[in-house]
C-alpha cells in the first residue's frame, strides 16, 4: 500500500506544482498582455502653462480641505471636468460628484466613496450590467475606494543614506514572484551609487501574491528584501487592475521617506533603462521646471473589445482619454508628488494605472511632454539586440533579464564603437 500511497502523494503533488505553473503562467501572461500596450500613438502635446500663483509649487498647503486646488487650480479643473462627459456611466458619475464635492467645498464622505459597508451594494445598483462585469473588474468597482493597506515591507531609510539628496528614485514596478527580473535590474541600470555625485536610487512596488491561489512567496520576498534593502511591498493583492493603487501608495510612501527627491522614474521591472543617458538628460533640465515626461499617448480612448486586457464596459466610462504617459516608464519631478498625491483625493480611481496618472497631472494642468527616448513599444526588430541603438535611448520595453545584461553590458563598455 505504501508505494500507492507514495504516488498518489508524489503525483498529487506534482498536480499542485503544475496548477501552480500554470497560475504563475497565467499571471504572467496578464502582466505581459498589460505591458504591451495597445493604444494608438500620435504625436505629443506641448507644456500647458503652469498656473501662475503666489503659492509656489514646492510647498502646496497639507490642508484636508485644498484652498490651493480652488484658488490656483480653479482652471485646470474645470477643464477636466469639461473634458469628462456628463453621463450615466459609473466612473463619469463617481467623478462629477466628486468635483461637486470640491466645488461645494465639502469633505466627500458620502456612501458613493465608501471603502466598504452599504456603499458597495449603492455602487452596484447604479451599474446595470454589473453581472456581466469580469471578477476582476467587480473587485475594482468594490473596492475602488479603499486607499488604505499596511506596508508589509518597508525601506524607511532609502533616502536619507548618504550625504546627499535623492536626485534620481528608480521606482519600478514588480510582482513578487519576478525574481529573476528584479535582480537583473540590480546588477545593471538600476545599481544605486552616485555617478557624477547624483545619488541614484532604486525601489521595487510590491504587492501580496495573488489571493489564496497564488503560491506563497511571502518569505522569499523577505529575505530578498533583506539582502538587497529595496523592496516595499503592501499588503494588497497584485493584480493588474490594483495598479493604480500602486501608484497611490507609492506616492503616500514617498512623501514620508523620499519627500526630496528631484526626479522619479516610475517603470515595469521589464523595461530596460539607459541611466547614464537618462542622468544626462535630466542634468540638462532647468531644475524648477515641472517635467511629467515619456512616450506619449494623446487622443486615445477606452478600449472596447471585450477580450482585451484594456477593455473599458461603456456603463463603467465614456469619453476621451487625457494625454498621459504610457505606463511602462515615464519620468517626473520629484516636487510634484505632494501635488499628485493631494490631487488623487479628488479623481475617482480608475483601473488603467497610467490613465489615471495622465488624469491627476490634467487635474494639475501639466501636460505630458513627448520624448522620442522612451520606446515602450519597442523597436524595430533587427535594432533589439544592437547595443548602438540602445545606447542612444532612454527607455525601451521589453527586455528579458539576460538580455538586459548583456545589453547593459555591452552600452556600458568604454570601448564600444557606434
Ligand atoms: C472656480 O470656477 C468655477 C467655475 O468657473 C467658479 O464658479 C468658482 O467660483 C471658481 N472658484 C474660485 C475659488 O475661483
Ligand atoms: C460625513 O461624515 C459624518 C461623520 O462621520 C456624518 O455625520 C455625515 O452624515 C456624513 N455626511 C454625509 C453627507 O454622508
Ligand atoms: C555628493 O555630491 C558631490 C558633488 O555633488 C560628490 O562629489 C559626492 O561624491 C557625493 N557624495 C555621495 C555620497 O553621493
Ligand atoms: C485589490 O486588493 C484588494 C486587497 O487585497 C482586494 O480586496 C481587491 O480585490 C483587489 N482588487 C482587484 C481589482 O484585484
Known amino acids: 500500500m505504501a508505494p500507492n500511497v507514495l504516488s498518489r502523494t508524489i503525483r498529487m503533488s506534482r498536480c499542485l506544482t503544475v496548477a501552480t505553473a500554470l497560475l504563475t503562467l497565467v499571471a504572467l501572461k496578464a502582466y505581459i498582455e498589460w505591458t504591451a500596450e495597445e493604444d494608438e500613438r500620435f504625436p505629443s502635446p506641448r507644456w500647458a502653462a503652469w ?37 450615466k456611466a459609473y466612473w463619469n458619475d463617481k467623478q462629477h460628484r466628486l468635483f461637486q464635492a470640491l466645488e461645494q467645498g465639502v469633505e466627500h464622505n458620502t456612501s458613493w466613496n465608501q471603502c466598504s459597508g452599504p456603499g458597495s451594494e449603492e455602487r452596484v445598483s447604479r451599474i446595470q450590467d454589473f453581472d456581466s462585469y469580469s471578477e476582476l473588474y467587480k473587485n475594482f468597482v468594490l ?15 532609502k533616502c536619507s543614506g548618504g550625504t546627499n539628496r535623492t536626485f534620481l528614485l528608480l521606482a519600478i514596478k514588480s510582482l513578487p514572484g519576478n525574481f529573476a527580473a528584479r535582480q537583473s535590474v540590480r546588477d545593471t541600470w538600476g545599481r544605486e551609487g552616485a555617478p557624477g555625485g547624483l545619488a541614484v536610487r532604486t525601489v521595487f512596488l510590491l504587492g501580496t501574491g495573488l489571493g489564496r491561489y497564488g503560491p506563497r512567496l511571502q518569505r522569499l520576498v523577505e529575505y530578498e528584501s533583506r539582502m538587497s534593502r529595496d523592496i516595499l511591498m503592501w499588503d494588497f493583492e497584485d493584480t493588474f487592475f490594483n495598479l493604480t493603487l500602486k501608484d497611490y501608495l507609492f506616492l503616500s510612501w514617498t512623501l514620508e521617506h523620499c519627500p526630496d ?96 496618472t495622465g488624469l491627476c ?58
Open 51 to 87: 498656473p501662475s500663483s503666489s503659492v509656489t509649487p514646492l510647498q502646496p498647503s497639507t490642508n484636508a480641505l485644498p484652498p490651493f486646488v480652488l484658488q490656483n487650480f480653479n482652471a485646470s479643473i474645470q477643464q477636466l471636468r469639461q473634458s469628462i462627459p456628463r453621463a
Open 143 to 157: 473596492y475602488d475606494s479603499c486607499r488604505n493597506f499596511p506596508l508589509l515591507i518597508n525601506q524607511p531609510g
Open 261 to 356: 527627491v528631484q526626479y522619479i522614474l516610475k517603470g515595469d521591472d521589464d523595461v530596460f533603462i539607459n541611466t547614464p543617458k537618462v542622468l544626462d538628460y535630466l542634468r540638462s533640465l532647468e531644475a524648477h521646471k515641472p517635467l511629467y515626461t515619456g512616450q506619449v499617448m494623446a487622443n486615445a480612448s477606452p478600449f472596447r473589445v471585450r477580450k482585451s486586457k484594456y477593455y473599458v464596459p461603456e456603463s463603467y466610462y465614456v469619453g476621451p482619454y487625457p494625454a498621459y504617459a504610457g505606463g511602462g516608464g515615464y519620468i517626473f519631478s520629484g516636487p510634484l508628488t505632494r501635488w499628485l498625491h493631494h490631487i488623487s483625493q479628488h479623481v475617482a480611481f480608475y483601473p488603467i494605472d497610467d490613465v489615471y
Open 361 to 418: 497631472f490634467q487635474a494639475l494642468g501639466i501636460q505630458p511632454e513627448a520624448h522620442p527616448g522612451f520606446q515602450t513599444f519597442d523597436i524595430a526588430e533587427k535594432d533589439r539586440e544592437d547595443p548602438c541603438v540602445h545606447s542612444k535611448l532612454l527607455l525601451v520595453h521589453r527586455r528579458s533579464p539576460e538580455q538586459t545584461l548583456r545589453l547593459w553590458k555591452q552600452i556600458t563598455n568604454p570601448d564600444l564603437k557606434c
